[in-house]
């Protein structure tokens, strides 16, 4: 990339962080939304009415993200996956989850410098996302490493399972809650096992964080609940009627977001799975991860 876009680059960086840090504050000021009045009058899903959900075709884009996919799958963004502006993703980002105007900007953005496009012109397929260490890394919690499973669209079922049924905590209504402590538990045991079962396993620590942030996401924006989950991770759909969890009147904010993502990385303990993690490399000549 040129030297005059890494200047336009930091000035696009510099004014969110500060912005975000104006929209922090202005949260803890604000009201928050009232529930049931959360997703934008106007946007699909307001009132809980979310536009159709179609599994996606055999010739449909999809990625290892299923934020991204639901959008396709619900028609929010085109349901094909394909040619979509990193523009539009930005704006039904941030109204179907309530994300800051910030953080639903910061992410297109940082996706269009990775694929070398221009936020404002162009577009992308779902699956162009899945550059291995450009976002997807190893060690997910909804996907198999891409050494064992190049098409990061496929779930992993096997660990999706096992994420809902790690949840530990309960709402007030007593229904199945996933907690911070269950994520960090779970990215510790899948750090562990990839790093001992796949020789060609890579975690640098900002993908370590990356892990963390896409994890706090199913905190914040699903508020852990695991009935919902359960559609959004195995599905790729949200429940009719739901809404984002996040109620601030300026949506999840940057600061926000990265703070829950570091206090679930400082809880992450991969040492308490080493012995896990070589009976997975023993065993891995007879079956597969
Ligand atoms: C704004 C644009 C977004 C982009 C470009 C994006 C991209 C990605 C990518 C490339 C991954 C794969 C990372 C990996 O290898 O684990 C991912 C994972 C994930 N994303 Fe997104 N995402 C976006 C928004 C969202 C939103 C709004 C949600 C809301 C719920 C979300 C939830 C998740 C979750 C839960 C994961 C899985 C993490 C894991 O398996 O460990 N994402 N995202
Ligand atoms: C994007 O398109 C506009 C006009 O549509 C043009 O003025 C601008 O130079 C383009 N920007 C890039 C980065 O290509
Ligand atoms: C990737 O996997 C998805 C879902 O498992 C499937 O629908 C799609 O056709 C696959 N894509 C390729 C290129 O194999
Ligand atoms: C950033 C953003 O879109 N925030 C929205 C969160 O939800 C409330 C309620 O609809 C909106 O007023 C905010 O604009
Ligand atoms: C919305 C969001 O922040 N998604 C993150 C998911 O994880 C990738 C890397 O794994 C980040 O680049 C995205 O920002």
Not at 106 to 135: C, W
Not at 146 to 155: D, E, H, R, V
Request: proline share 4%; net charge neutral.
């Amino acid at each position: 990339m040129g030297f005059t876009a890494n200047v336009s680059n930091f000035f696009y960086d510099a004014k969110i962080m500060s912005w975000d840090v104006i929209l922090t504050i202005l949260n803890l000021v604000g009201k928050k939304r009232r529930i049931g009045d959360v997703t934008p009058e106007g946007h699909p899903g307001y009132g809980g009415h979310w536009p159709e959900f179609k599994p996606p075709q055999e010739t449909d884009s999809r990625c290892s993200c299923p934020g991204l996919n639901a959008l396709a799958n619900h028609g929010i963004i085109s349901r094909s996956g394909r040619g979509i502006s990193f523009v539009d993703l930005d704006r039904h980002v941030r109204a179907t989850y309530n994300i800051s105007s910030t953080l639903s900007s910061f992410v297109p953005h940082y996706a269009a410098r990775m694929l070398k496009k221009s936020f404002n012109n162009d577009t992308f397929d779902l699956e162009e996302l899945d550059v291995h260490n450009g976002i997807e890394h190893d060690a997910s919690l909804l996907r198999l490493d891409a050494a064992f499973q190049p098409n990061q669209s496929t779930k992993h079922v096997p660990y999706i399972e096992e994420l809902l049924s790690s949840a530990s905590g309960k709402d007030k209504d007593g229904n199945d809650v996933i907690t911070v402590k269950d994520l960090s538990k779970l990215l510790g045991k899948r750090r562990a096992v990839s790093r001992a079962v796949n020789k060609e396993f890579t975690l640098k620590p900002f993908h370590k964080l990356f892990g963390c942030a896409n994890a706090s996401l199913l905190l914040s924006t699903m508020g852990g609940r695991v009935n919902d989950l359960h559609d959004f991770l195995l599905h790729e759909q949200l429940p009719e009627g739901w809404e984002s969890r996040v109620r601030q009147s300026h949506g999840l904010t940057l600061v926000n977001f990265n703070k829950l993502a570091l206090t679930i990385e400082f809880g992450v303990r991969e040492k308490d799975w080493a012995q896990v993690a070589q009976e997975a490399a023993e065993h891995q000549g007879t079956s597969p991860v």
